[in-house]
T-cell receptor, first 113, second 112 residues
Framework: DGGITQSPKYLFRKEGQNVTLSCEQN?????MYWYRQDPGQGLRLIYY???????QKGDIAEGYSVSREKKESFPLTVTSAQKNPTAFYLC????????????FGPGTRLTVL | AQSVTQLDSQVPVFEEAPVELRCNYS??????LFWYVQYPNQGLQLLLK??????LVESINGFEAEFNKSQTSFHLRKPSVHISDTAEYFC??????????FGQGTELSVKP
């Protein structure tokens, strides 16, 4: 089955720790995206990547970092510099031939204790 | 700057009643438009999309949306809702660089 997987589903972190969220897709999609979702604020773009070894900042990149070493993988690191990291994180991917239609993973809920 | 506005943050409705979730977009160029649905603690699923052609698009579960270029709207409708339609709905518009611009979301709550 083709799709996007995110792991873990739930993640707890102590303040001051870095944590990495996994996102893998086997759809052979070109582009990948990370969004943050908070209640009442919709989806906000953190980072995106259109090609391996290249990525761009979204609207709220501060305190986050990414890498794109393989086409199918786009991990997100939430660093200790992120002031309020508790949120629901969604990964998405897209084929360049799909008119900007994005496919989403199931999400990771991060809670900072 | 391009934007998407969902005019209602919450829409309560009784089962079997009709519903309309409103979405307006601002863009000086042609756009592709999408409605996504999100059930609690899950990712977003595509409900329907407008790319070109007929301005009325339909989903397999009875939702429809009409692209209105003059009013820059893409409202979502269903003539009779079910309890299972309770979810959050997001309107989105294509943006340069392969990005999507999302509205703030509308929580649809269907009551028995």
């Amino acid at each position: 089955d083709g799709g996007i997987t995110q792991s873990p589903k739930y993640l707890f972190r102590k303040e001051g720790q870095n944590v990495t969220l996994s996102c893998e897709q086997n759809l052979n999609h070109d582009a990948m995206y990370w969004y943050r979702q908070d209640p009442g604020q919709g989806l906000r773009l953190i980072y995106y990547s259109q090609i391996v070894n290249d990525f761009q900042k979204g609207d709220i990149a501060e305190g986050y970092s990414v890498s794109r070493e393989k086409k199918e993988s786009f991990p997100l690191t939430v660093t200790s510099a992120q002031k309020n990291p508790t949120a629901f994180y969604l990964c998405a991917s897209m084929s360049f031939s799909s008119y900007n239609e994005q496919f989403f993973g199931p999400g990771t809920r991060l809670t900072v204790l | 700057a391009q934007s998407v506005t969902q005019l209602d943050s919450q829409v309560p409705v009784f089962e079997e009643a009709p519903v309309e979730l409103r979405c307006n977009y601002s863009s000086s160029v042609s756009v592709y438009l999408f409605w996504y649905v999100q059930y609690p603690n899950q990712g977003l699923q595509l409900l329907l999309k407008y790319l070109s052609g007929s301005t009325l698009v339909e989903s397999i579960n009875g939702f429809e949306a009409e692209f209105n270029k003059s009013q820059t709207s893409f409202h979502l409708r269903k003539p009779s809702v079910h309890i299972s339609d309770t979810a959050e709905y997001f309107c989105a518009a294509s943006h340069q660089g392969g990005k999507l611009i999302f509205g703030q979301g509308t929580e649809l709550s269907v009551k028995p």
